[in-house]
């Protein structure tokens, strides 16, 4: 799995699966794996345009200031239908 990247929230994202970041990074792409406080486990980015990103689960609460990482999603040891 590569190692990713990462960005810092801009405004706390209560209950809903858009995030704002603090700057643009052009490293985040459709379908990586994000983690970070307060996103919730499997979450994949499903889309991003500029600083607004649109998440693949409503989250509960991602605070403002938050790292959050995105990372290549790793099939190893997962039942994957082709």
Do not use: W
């Amino acid at each position: 799995m590569e190692k990713g990247t990462s960005a810092e929230v801009a405004t706390t994202a209560d209950g809903t699966s858009t995030v704002t970041l603090a700057a643009a990074n052009s490293l985040i792409e459709k379908g990586q794996l994000v983690s970070g406080p307060g996103v919730l486990d499997e979450t994949v980015v499903k889309s991003i345009n500029g600083t607004t990103l649109t998440l693949s689960k409503e989250q509960p609460r991602v605070p403002a200031g938050a790292k959050i990482v995105f990372t290549n999603p790793s099939f190893v040891n997962r039942e994957v239908f082709v």
